[in-house]
């Protein structure tokens, strides 16, 4: 058997160097290499269309590209969950002289940028370095202290700049957070029921944190929702894409069904008997898909349907492990991510979804498991449900589609 020489990438032919920071990772032991594979398969397949390399190394995550690429790198490594956060870099030569240079360009960018103080954070890998954490602060915070470019101020400064010795000495000062959390991916498959509301994005988004793929299930329930309504639903399921790397959305139509119910089932139980008619629908593509789970933006106490009692009744229709990862959050929290994720705007667009409309005034507040059973079967739905599932349309969205599309546009 012959043996198999690796071939190194020439990374000197990229111009343009970005540093990801690996968090949650980093405590995963033995299955390290496992979630690290993971991540960088992510990115890679995100920068599918641009001109960029993706390795890691000891908790850091290096891109490398060329200055055209910078824009699609910059918006994956937005998007990428997996790392704490991440830096363009200057990459320079392991010597005091090409480090202290390239803290001194960061510091005058830094002082452009309006600060007035500085701390430098050093942090030697190699070893091998002759000098250590401490020394390569000591003479680099000489370079702009020395000349007054800035005083230094190490419990709170305006601008931290990092110095990384590793296989090259890697300096920087401004950093992005993102989303943490673990590379999507590592955890299974997820339906989420998604609405055009605040919650259900934000559901879905905490789902891929810990590593799921999400798949997207959306009730259209024409004319009495709109078309604006589903394609709000649309984009919501695109931006959420962008954090899972992709995802489909089946458009179910509900209109047959939902009209039935307004026929068929007691007034204060019609918005239960919907929720159960969509858990109907969600095991039948869970089951397709092959997901593992049902997800959905509930949280306790938020509205009459989610009352124990009937988040008890909901859960009984479910056949996949039902999944609430905003379950005790209040409203403000789900708000504050949504914000976060830049769903917010479009889920306060005026346009209704089906849950909303025929809600009955009083709803029932504390339904009985076997009674609600009871009120399903007289309603005689299954046929209508199992149509809808067999009428729902398709509509995939993915980063990289997304990234392909904004260099066209360049």
């Given at each position: ?157 305006d601008c931290v700049i990092n110095v990384e010795v590793r296989d090259k000495a890697y300096v920087y000062c401004a950093q992005k957070k993102t989303g943490r959390g673990l590379p999507v991916g590592v955890s299974g498959k997820g339906l989420l029921l998604l609405s055009g509301g605040i919650d259900s994005p934000v559901a879905g988004y905490r789902m891929m944190r810990r590593g799921m793929r999400v798949e997207c299930v959306y009730f259209h329930s024409y004319p009495y929702t709109s078309e604006e309504a589903q394609k709000k639903v649309q984009d919501l399921a695109k931006s959420i894409a962008m954090y899972g790397m992709e995802t489909h959305l089946n458009v179910v139509p509900f209109t047959e069904v939902q009209m039935k119910i307004k026929q068929k089932a007691p007034e204060e ?142």
């Amino acid at each position: 058997m012959k043996n198999r020489v690796k071939k190194e990438i020439d990374f000197s032919v990229y111009t343009e160097t970005y540093l990801g920071k690996v968090g949650e990772l980093t405590l995963k032991g033995s299955n390290i290499k496992t979630f690290e594979k993971q991540l960088v398969n992510n990115l890679r397949t995100a920068l599918e269309t641009a001109d960029a390399k993706v390795k890691v190394l000891t908790g850091r995550l290096y891109v490398h590209c060329t200055k055209e690429s910078c824009g699609a790198v910059e918006f994956a490594l937005d998007h990428l969950l997996g790392i704490t956060g991440w830096a363009k870099v200057q990459n320079v030569e392991k010597n005091m002289d090409a480090i202290t240079e390239s803290v001194k360009v960061e510091g005058l960018k830094a002082k452009a940028a309006g600060a007035k103080t500085f701390k430098i954070d050093a942090r030697r890998e190699d070893k091998a370095f002759p000098l250590n954490s401490y020394e390569i602060c000591i003479q680099a915070a000489g370079v702009l202290f020395d000349d007054g470019t800035m005083d230094v101020d190490v419990k709170h400064p305006d601008c931290v700049i990092n110095v990384e010795v590793r296989d090259k000495a890697y300096v920087y000062c401004a950093q992005k957070k993102t989303g943490r959390g673990l590379p999507v991916g590592v955890s299974g498959k997820g339906l989420l029921l998604l609405s055009g509301g605040i919650d259900s994005p934000v559901a879905g988004y905490r789902m891929m944190r810990r590593g799921m793929r999400v798949e997207c299930v959306y009730f259209h329930s024409y004319p009495y929702t709109s078309e604006e309504a589903q394609k709000k639903v649309q984009d919501l399921a695109k931006s959420i894409a962008m954090y899972g790397m992709e995802t489909h959305l089946n458009v179910v139509p509900f209109t047959e069904v939902q009209m039935k119910i307004k026929q068929k089932a007691p007034e204060e139980y019609s918005t239960l008997m919907l929720r159960l008619c969509m858990m109907k629908v969600a095991n039948m593509i869970g089951k397709h898909i092959g997901s593992d789970a049902i997800i959905t933006g509930e949280s306790l106490g938020q509205v009459a349907s989610q009352t124990s009692q009937n988040l008890a009744v909901t859960e009984s229709f479910a056949e996949l492990p039902l999944y609430r990862p905003l379950i005790g959050l209040d409203k403000e929290e789900i708000v504050d991510t949504a914000l976060e994720i830049g769903t917010y705007a479009t889920s306060i667009l005026p346009y209704e979804d089906c849950c909303v409309l025929f809600s009955p005034k009083h709803p029932v507040l504390r339904a009985d498991v076997e009674e609600s059973r009871k009120i399903y079967e007289s309603m005689e739905i299954d046929d209508l449900v199992a149509k809808a599932f067999e009428e729902r349309q398709i509509i995939r969205y993915s980063i990289r589609d997304e990234i392909a599309s904004m260099q066209a546009s360049v």
